[in-house]
């Protein structure tokens, strides 16, 4: 029932500007923004809209229970013109230290602090999670690092979640130092302790489900081919992690990203900072190829047969938000051929509707999304696919030197958001392809953007399910830019930043994507006025309705 309630998308004349998606939910994934000229604002960072919002996609907007929480360590244990970031364990702290002062020469001692403490256990209710104890790994740094410091936040994914922060701001006066002096720069590894048989039960639950939908009659999965991450794009940060450390020995390496790739939770059409972040961290060459064409595939095996060192490809089946689905088939033969490991992001396929891992090492997905729908909890999963060649190396580094960071409310509600994603994929299958089929027909649209009739749909088939659909999401270009906003307007449906939710989404992408570089995502075909639709569970003839009385608004 509450998964029905969710999908019923509320009139647009109810969503006001600044509020959360879902309403009313503190953990929310995504914030209204309404209108074509509200998300222009965000975009240009107008005061007069930046101080609505009660919330923010959590990609860029650090949520203010995590900002209260540094506040208030600051206040106990902090200096004059210092500020915080919490992290959950030590790596993650340390790491940021390192990164921060790489970015000042002058960096004094103890400017930059590495600190961590215990939570005091206080008396749970009967529906809490109970943890025997809980720590927090945090850096206190000059105001002026801050930039640095959510960079390094923004494009790790390592930050801890709004929930674990209302867990620590419950017990803050119980916070104690663990130790009379700063953390060591080598130290144990720690985690976020389970706590409870239950959690630890909760999350094998969780990745054999994973396991069961990521299967196939060629590759038969376990719990333990599965890993769970707080967020995708920390998944993302600890494959830089191995891939770097199994590159040690060689000379400079390179990342390959074939075409649009969206990897993680979160998000835009292209992470490139985030690659230039892990770059900086990990050590990597980039390589772009951004058109997800057959020609880039050429001048990639010509690049290897003179030289080129690779890593690893990145790649998503299909992308985002233009919806084209890389030749994985030539892909696989390349990367065995110059051995170099493949990953790939199934997050806008799906694990319901594409079986990508028989042609892949790695399979990402953002959990996020479409997994749990709700839009009210992260998490993402990283599987290893066990018929790989690289798969005894990954396997071992990922266990050596994991961490377990998701905290175990979170992962209970993404466990209980997910078990429904198989019935819940159906009706939005059938949806976004009605959508489609509306939208394709009218007058005003240049083009839309769906795996289905596209020029690289038979790669996607090569992949599909037997029973699975083409997906939830779609971007549709209009004639006339004027014809875009009003549509947009019109669409009587939530908008706002992420994708993959019960309900149907729409947001002005390119202005959250990219508004400072336009021309430049233009030139790969993403244009400045795309609007990018994910659909929901709505009942069809009402999203048929909301959608025919957007389009007419145009034609008036």
Same mark, same amino acid.
């Given at each position: 029932?509450?998964?029905?309630?969710?999908?019923?998308?509320?009139?647009?004349?109810?969503?006001?500007?600044?509020?959360?998606?879902?309403?009313?939910?503190? $953990?929310?994934?995504?914030?209204?923004?309404?209108?074509?000229?509200?998300?222009?604002?965000?975009?240009?960072?107008?005061?007069?809209?930046?101080?609505?919002?009660?919330?923010?996609?959590?990609?860029?907007? &650090?949520?203010?229970?995590?900002?209260?929480?540094?506040?208030?360590?600051?206040?106990?244990?902090?200096?004059?013109?210092?500020?915080?970031?919490?992290?959950?364990?030590?790596?993650?702290?340390?790491?940021?230290?390192?990164?921060?002062?790489?970015?000042?020469?002058?960096?004094?001692?103890?400017?930059?602090?590495?600190?961590?403490?215990?939570?005091?256990?206080?008396?749970?209710?009967?529906?809490?999670?109970?943890?025997?104890?809980?720590?927090? $790994?945090? !850096?206190?740094?000059?105001?002026?690092?801050?930039?640095?410091?959510?960079?390094?936040?923004?494009?790790?994914?390592?930050?801890?979640?709004?929930?674990?922060?209302?867990?620590?701001?419950?017990?803050?006066?119980?916070?104690?130092?663990?130790?009379?002096?700063?953390?060591?720069?080598?130290?144990?590894?720690?985690?976020?302790?389970?706590?409870?048989?239950? %959690?630890?039960?909760?999350?094998?639950?969780?990745? +054999?489900?994973?396991?069961?939908?990521?299967?196939?009659?060629?590759?038969?999965?376990?719990?333990? $081919?599965?890993?769970?991450?707080?967020?995708?794009?920390?998944?993302?940060? +600890?494959?830089?992690?191995?891939?770097?450390?199994?590159?040690?020995?060689?000379?400079?390496?390179?990342?390959?990203?074939?075409?649009?790739?969206?990897?993680?939770?979160? +998000?835009?059409?292209?992470?490139?900072?985030?690659?230039?972040?892990?770059?900086?961290?990990?050590?990597?060459?980039?390589?772009?190829?951004?058109?997800?064409?057959?020609?880039?595939?050429?001048?990639?095996?010509?690049?290897?047969?003179?030289?080129?060192?690779?890593?690893?490809?990145?790649?998503?089946?299909?992308?985002?938000?233009?919806?084209?689905?890389?030749?994985?088939?030539?892909?696989?033969?390349?990367?065995?051929?110059?051995?170099?490991?493949?990953?790939?992001?199934?997050?806008?396929?799906?694990?319901?509707?594409?079986?990508?891992?028989? %042609?892949? %090492? &790695?399979?990402?997905?953002?959990?996020?999304?479409?997994?749990?729908?709700?839009?009210?909890?992260?998490?993402?999963? !990283?599987?290893?696919?066990?018929?790989?060649?690289?798969?005894?190396?990954?396997?071992?580094?990922?266990?050596?030197?994991?961490?377990?960071?998701?905290?175990?409310?979170?992962?209970?509600?993404?466990?209980?958001?997910?078990?429904?994603?198989?019935?819940?994929?159906?009706?939005?299958?059938?949806?976004?392809?009605?959508?489609?089929?509306?939208?394709?027909?009218?007058?005003?649209?240049?083009?839309?953007?769906?795996?289905? %009739?596209?020029?690289?749909?038979?790669?996607?088939?090569?992949?599909?399910?037997?029973?699975?659909?083409?997906?939830?999401?779609?971007?549709?270009?209009?004639?006339?830019?004027?014809?875009?906003?009003?549509?947009?307007?019109?669409?009587?449906?939530? +908008?706002?930043?992420?994708?993959?939710?019960?309900?149907?989404?729409?947001?002005?992408?390119?202005?959250?994507? $990219?508004?400072?570089?336009?021309?430049?995502?233009?030139?790969?075909?993403?244009?400045?006025?795309?609007?990018?639709?994910?659909?929901?569970?709505?009942?069809?003839?009402?999203?048929?309705?909301?959608?025919?009385?957007?389009?007419?608004?145009?034609?008036?």
């Amino acid at each position: 029932m509450r998964i029905m309630e969710l999908s019923r998308s509320p009139a647009a004349s109810n969503w006001q500007l600044g509020a959360t998606i879902p309403p009313d939910d503190i $953990h929310a994934v995504s914030v209204s923004l309404p209108t074509w000229e509200n998300t222009l604002g965000w975009a240009t960072r107008d005061p007069a809209i930046l101080n609505i919002m009660k919330t923010g996609y959590p990609r860029f907007f &650090i949520h203010r229970l995590i900002v209260s929480l540094g506040e208030r360590l600051c206040e106990r244990f902090g200096r004059t013109s210092q500020m915080a970031m919490p992290f959950c364990c030590h790596q993650y702290a340390h790491q940021c230290k390192i990164y921060l002062e790489s970015k000042r020469d002058d960096v004094q001692t103890n400017e930059i602090r590495a600190m961590r403490f215990a939570m005091r256990p206080l008396a749970r209710a009967r529906h809490q999670i109970n943890w025997d104890q809980a720590e927090l $790994h945090v !850096i206190f740094y000059p105001h002026d690092l801050f930039p640095y410091v959510k960079e390094f936040w923004q494009h790790t994914g390592f930050g801890i979640s709004s929930r674990y922060a209302a867990y620590c701001l419950d017990r803050i006066g119980g916070v104690q130092e663990c130790n009379s002096q700063e953390l060591a720069d080598q130290g144990a590894i720690s985690e976020i302790s389970v706590g409870t048989s239950e %959690d630890a039960q909760m999350k094998q639950s969780l990745r +054999k489900f994973i396991a069961g939908l990521a299967s196939s009659p060629d590759t038969s999965l376990s719990a333990e $081919h599965v890993h769970l991450f707080p967020t995708g794009m920390s998944g993302i940060s +600890k494959i830089a992690e191995i891939l770097a450390s199994i590159t040690a020995s060689q000379k400079q390496t390179t990342i390959v990203v074939y075409g649009w790739v969206n990897l993680a939770d979160i +998000k835009l059409f292209l992470y490139l900072d985030t690659f230039k972040v892990l770059s900086k961290i990990y050590g990597f060459d980039l390589l772009l190829l951004g058109h997800s064409s057959a020609v880039e595939l050429v001048e990639l095996d010509h690049r290897l047969q003179t030289g080129l060192n690779v890593s690893a490809l990145f790649c998503e089946m299909p992308g985002n938000p233009l919806l084209r689905s890389p030749d994985l088939r030539t892909i696989r033969k390349m990367a065995d051929s110059y051995r170099f490991p493949v990953v790939c992001d199934d997050t806008v396929g799906t694990f319901v509707n594409v079986n990508v891992l028989p %042609d892949v %090492d &790695i399979l990402v997905t953002s959990l996020t999304k479409i997994f749990s729908g709700d839009c009210n909890v992260m998490g993402g999963s !990283i599987v290893l696919n066990p018929l790989s060649v690289y798969y005894p190396d990954l396997q071992y580094k990922m266990e050596r030197t994991g961490v377990d960071t998701y905290y175990p409310h979170d992962a209970a509600i993404m466990e209980r958001n997910g078990r429904s994603l198989l019935r819940r994929m159906r009706t939005i299958n059938r949806n976004a392809e009605m959508v489609y089929q509306i939208l394709k027909k009218h007058s005003s649209v240049a083009a839309v953007y769906y795996p289905l %009739d596209s020029d690289t749909q038979e790669n996607y088939k090569a992949y599909k399910r037997p029973h699975g659909g083409y997906g939830y999401l779609l971007s549709v270009i209009f004639r006339e830019p004027e014809q875009a906003v009003v549509f947009y307007d019109a669409l009587d449906v939530a +908008k706002g930043p992420s994708l993959g939710t019960n309900f149907t989404l729409a947001c002005a992408y390119t202005l959250f994507a $990219h508004y400072g570089e336009r021309a430049w995502a233009a030139e790969y075909g993403v244009d400045e006025y795309l609007v990018r639709i994910s659909i929901g569970m709505e009942d069809e003839e009402e999203l048929r309705q909301k959608v025919e009385a957007a389009l007419n608004a145009i034609t008036g």
